[in-house]
Each structure stands twice: as structure tokens, then as C-alpha cells.
């Protein structure tokens, strides 16, 4: 079935870098946009960043840009987000979504990777 | 950037109920507008897409309206499956951005 699994949170202190991964499967990965949503704590769904099914074209949220980048590998079925200069409000769950296209919104979602930014 | 805010914040409502939440773009998008609702431990659901498609599999109880501005979604029957978390979205340009969310919850 239609699937997508992130990896790689886990706990850093601020300054430090980490890099999430979405594994997808069931779908022909290559063929679709991908984002990044998160959500800190107690708080609503923030979009992170979208990458173009062939990756030629990136958008990141201003909250991001600069420090975050997004990219995908897909001879892998893959997604990834490069986090540098983490910060403590950076703290949520990581989740990656794809997007369907022609306006049919993002379908599906993944459970999400948590990361938390802390000394 | 294009600011959605939602209304209300919770909503309580008992099982048959109806309801419904509003969601106001800052400006023009069109119909490009999704409904998610989001369950603790459970990946975000598509409900509503382009305003008013209901996605294949969600329950016909759901339902989407408008365009431009202002949107709604509307629970026709409440069932203790629903209650959760419901967002909406724009994706008429980027920034994408969500509304705060409505928690609903049992009263």
C-alpha cells in the first residue's frame, strides 16, 4: 500500500545539524512533490518545505530558509531534510507528506519523526 | 503571506450533532483549499479537497463549501470516530499554510 516512513529524529542541542528521512513506497515516488510539516508541541501544523517531483525546483518557510534543505533521492524512493543550526523552536514532530497534484492535496501523510532541540 | 484562521478554537459537541467549523484566508485562493483531521499517534487525514471533494473513502456526514475567502466544514451527524483535531489548508501559493486548528471534542 501507499506508504511513507520518516527516520531520524532524535534528541540535539541547539546549533547542531540532523538529517530526517522518508522512505516511500508503494507509488511511484519520482513522479510526485513532496513536503515537510511539523508540529511542535501543543501546537497546530506549520509546512516546512516542498521539493518538485524531479527536484529541479525547492521552497523552505521563511521560519527555515537558510538552515534547512530539503532534498529527495529518487532512484532511492527517498525524501530528506537536512536541518543545520537547529534551535529550540525547531523542537515538533517532523512529518513528510506527498503531494497528489492538480490540487487533490497532500495524500498520504507519514506518522512523523520527533525531534527536540535542548542543552 | 496568506494568513487561514479557523473558528472556533474547540468545539463540543455530542454524538448526532451537527457542526461546523469556518476557516477565513487572508485573501483570494480560490478553491484551493483541503480539510485534514488529525488524531494523536495517527497520520493526518485527508477529508475535503478543492473546497468541496470529499475524499474517496471519508463518510458522507462530511462535507465542504466556498470559495475566495471564506470555508466551512460541516459534520452532519457526529460519530465517536470524529472526534479529533480538523485543519485546513491553503495551497494556492507558497507559503502553504494551515489554520490553527479545531479541536472537537465530547461534550
Known amino acids: 500500500q501507499v506508504q511513507l516512513v520518516e527516520s531520524g529524529g532524535g534528541v540535539v542541542q541547539p546549533g547542531r545539524s540532523l538529517r530526517l528521512s522518508c522512505a516511500a513506497s508503494?507509488?511511484?515516488?519520482?513522479?510526485?512533490?513532496m513536503h515537510w510539516v511539523r508540529q511542535a508541541p501543543g501546537k497546530g501544523l506549520e509546512w516546512v518545505a516542498v521539493?518538485?517531483?524531479?527536484?529541479?525546483?525547492?521552497d523552505h518557510a521563511d521560519s527555515v530558509k537558510g538552515r534547512f534543505t530539503i532534498s529527495r533521492d529518487n532512484s532511492k524512493n527517498t525524501l530528506y531534510l537536512q536541518m543545520n543550526s537547529l534551535r529550540v523552536e525547531d523542537t515538533a514532530v517532523y512529518i513528510c507528506a506527498r503531494d497528489r497534484g492538480a490540487g487533490a492535496g497532500f495524500d498520504p501523510w507519514g506518522l512523523g519523526t520527533l525531534v527536540t532541540v535542548s542543552s | 503571506d496568506i494568513q487561514m484562521t479557523q473558528s472556533p478554537s474547540t468545539l463540543s459537541g455530542s454524538q448526532g450533532d451537527r457542526v461546523t467549523v469556518t476557516c477565513r484566508a487572508s485573501?483570494?485562493?480560490?478553491?484551493?483549499l483541503a480539510w485534514y483531521q488529525r488524531k494523536p499517534g495517527k497520520a493526518p487525514k485527508i477529508l475535503i479537497y478543492v473546497a468541496s471533494a470529499l475524499e474517496s473513502g471519508v463518510p458522507s456526514r462530511f462535507s465542504g463549501s466556498g470559495s475566495g475567502t471564506e470555508f466551512t466544514l460541516t459534520i452532519s451527524s457526529l460519530q465517536p470516530d470524529d472526534f479529533a483535531t480538523y485543519y485546513c489548508q491553503q495551497y494556492y501559493s507558497y507559503p502553504y499554510t494551515f489554520g490553527q486548528g479545531t479541536k472537537l471534542d465530547i461534550k
Open positions: 508503494g507509488f511511484t515516488f519520482s513522479t510526485y512533490g
Open positions: 521539493i518538485w517531483s524531479d527536484g529541479s525546483k525547492k
Open positions: 485573501q483570494s485562493i480560490g478553491s484551493s
